[in-house]
C-alpha cells in the first residue's frame, strides 16, 4: 500500500511497512540472516541471474532494509531509495557511481568536513578535481562548471554555518550542463525539504541524524525519483561493500516513526531560543534560517516548510569565550553529532571539519569561534536555562 494519499506524520508511521504476513507481526520482523537459502539449484542461479527477485545475500538485498528503504522512498517523494552503513557510505557510493578519472564535481564548500575532505583527498587520487563555491549564490556554480562536469553537490542548509542553497535553481544549472544534482538533505528531513520535487536528481541523508533521532545508530540513504539511479548505485554499493546491516535499519524504521513529533518540537524550541540568543548580550551573533537576520531568510521561507533545529552562533571573546561556554552546558551534552533527542553542542573547526583544514574553513566560513547547537526535546525552559547558564559564566 503506498501512503502517498495520507499526511506526512501518518506517512512516517505507516510508508513501506506491512503487518508480516507469517505471523501478522504489526513491527517488520529483523531478518538477522546474511544469506537466505534456495529451494534447488536452478532458483539460485535464477536469483543471481535476476530472473527471480528472491533474495541471496543480505550485502545484496534484506527484506528488513528494503522496508526502511520503501518507507525514506515514500517520505522523499521518490521511486526508490539504497539504504548504507553510514551517511559517507551513501556519499562514497554516489561519488563512486557518478564519478570517475577525467571528471568533475562542483559542491557547497560549507558540507560536511569528511565529505568535502572525500572529494578533496580521496577522490582527488583517482583522477576526479572539484571545485568548491560559495553555493548560497547558484551563479558561483554556474562559473564553475567545466564539460567535464558529472556532478553538483550540494548540502542545504549547509553543515555548520546554515548557509541555504536554491535547489531548483540548482538542478536547472546542473541540468543544463548534462551534470546530476545530489542534495544532502540531512539538517532538513523530509519533513521539511523535500529536494527530488524540487528537481534533485539525488536525495541523501546520513540517517544517523534526524531520521534515526535517538543518537543510537550510525545509518545512511540515498533516493531517486528515477529507480535506474539507484540501481547503477545499488552495483556500485555490492561491490562497494556498505550496505546497512538489517538490525540497525530495524532501529532506523522505528526511528522514523517519531519523526514528525520530534522535529516539530525541537524547532519550535530552536525558534524561540535562536531569538532569545539574538538578543542575548555575549552573543556576537546567531544564524539560523527562522531569523530574518539570516541571508537567506526568504529562500529559506520558500524552499523550507519550517526553519529546523539546528543553530549557529559565536559568543563575543571567540574561541575562548565559546569553550567555556562548551565546558559549562550540564543538561546539553558536548558531543560531536546532531538531530538526536538530545540537545548537542560542539565546536565545528576543532572537531566535526577539524579535516578541511583552516584553509577551506575559511573559504567555506566557518569562522573559528563558530559554536553549532543542535536543539533537541527536552523542555524548551530546561534548554534555555542551561544554555543560559552557561553563557554567564563567561
Ligand atoms: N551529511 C551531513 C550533513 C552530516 O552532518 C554528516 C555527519 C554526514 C553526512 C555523514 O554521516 P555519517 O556517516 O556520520 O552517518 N555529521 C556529523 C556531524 O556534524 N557531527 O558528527 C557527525
Redesign the pocket.
Known amino acids: 500500500m503506498k501512503h502517498t494519499d495520507v499526511n506526512f506524520d501518518t506517512a512516517c508511521i505507516h510508508a513501506g511497512q506491512e503487518p508480516d504476513k507469517l505471523f501478522g507481526g504489526v513491527s517488520v520482523p529483523i531478518f538477522q540472516s546474511s544469506t537466505f537459502a534456495f529451494e534447488d539449484a536452478d532458483q539460485g542461479a535464477a536469483r543471481f541471474s535476476g530472473k527471480d527477485s528472491g533474495y541471496k545475500y543480505t550485502r545484496i538485498g534484506n527484506p528488513t532494509n528494503a522496508a526502511l528503504e520503501g518507507c525514506i522512498a515514500e517520505l522523499e517523494n521518490g521511486t526508490a531509495a539504497l539504504a548504507t552503513?553510514?551517511?559517507?557510505?551513501?556519499?562514497s557510493t554516489v561519488f563512486m557511481t557518478f564519478l570517475g578519472a577525467g571528471k568533475h564535481a562542483v559542491s557547497t564548500g560549507s558540507?560536511?568536513?569528511?565529505?568535502r575532505t572525500l572529494l578533496e583527498r580521496e577522490m582527488a587520487r583517482f583522477g576526479v578535481e572539484s571545485t568548491f563555491v560559495d553555493s548560497s549564490n547558484p551563479e558561483n556554480i554556474k562559473a564553475a562548471l567545466r564539460p567535464e562536469t558529472a556532478l553538483v553537490y550540494i548540502?542545504t542548509p549547509?553543515?555548520?554555518t546554515l548557509s541555504i542553497t536554491d535547489i531548483e535553481a540548482c538542478a536547472k544549472i546542473a541540468h543544463e550542463a548534462g551534470a546530476i544534482l545530489v542534495v544532502?538533505n540531512?539538517?532538513c528531513s523530509p519533513l521539511l525539504q523535500k529536494p527530488l520535487d524540487l528537481g534533485a536528481d539525488v536525495v541523501?541523508?546520513?540517517?544517523?541524524?534526524f531520521l534515526n533521532g535517538h543518537s543510537d545508530v550510525?545509518?545512511?540513504i540515498l533516493v531517486a525519483k528515477d529507480a535506474a539511479l539507484i540501481k547503477k548505485m545499488h552495483g556500485v554499493l555490492c561491490q562497494m561493500g556498505g550496505t546497512i546491516d538489517p538490525h540497525q535499519a530495524w532501529l532506523v524504521l522505528r526511528g522514523v516513526k517519531t519523526l514528525a513529533m520530534r522535529v516539530k518540537t525541537a524547532m519550535e524550541s530552536a525558534k524561540k531560543l535562536a531569538s532569545e540568543l539574538e538578543k542575548h548580550p555575549k552573543i556576537e551573533w546567531v544564524k539560523y534560517p527562522g531569523l530574518p537576520s539570516h541571508p537567506q531568510y526568504e529562500l529559506a521561507k520558500r524552499q523550507m516548510s519550517g526553519p529546523g533545529a539546528m543553530i549557529s552562533f559565536e559568543v563575543k571573546g571567540g574561541v575562548a569565550a565559546g569553550k567555556k561556554v562548551m565546558d559549562s552546558v550540564g543538561l546539553c551534552t558536548l558531543?560531536?553529532?546532531?538531530?538526536g533527542i538530545e540537545s548537542?553542542i560542539?565546536h565545528?573547526a576543532s572537531?566535526?571539519?577539524a579535516s578541511m583544514g583552516p584553509e577551506a574553513r575559511q573559504q567555506a566560513g566557518i569562522t573559528d569561534g563558530l559554536i553549532?547547537f543542535?536543539v533537541g526535546c527536552e523542555d524548551y525552559e530546561d534548554i534555555k536555562k542551561d544554555l543560559f547558564e552557561a553563557l554567564d559564566k563567561i
Open positions: 552503513a553510514t551517511g559517507m557510505a551513501a556519499i558540507v560536511y568536513g569528511p565529505t548540502e549547509a553543515n555548520p544532502d540531512t539538517f541523501l541523508h546520513s540517517m544517523t541524524k550510525v545509518a545512511g558531543a560531536v553529532s546532531l538531530g548537542l560542539q565545528p572537531m566535526t571539519h553549532r543542535s
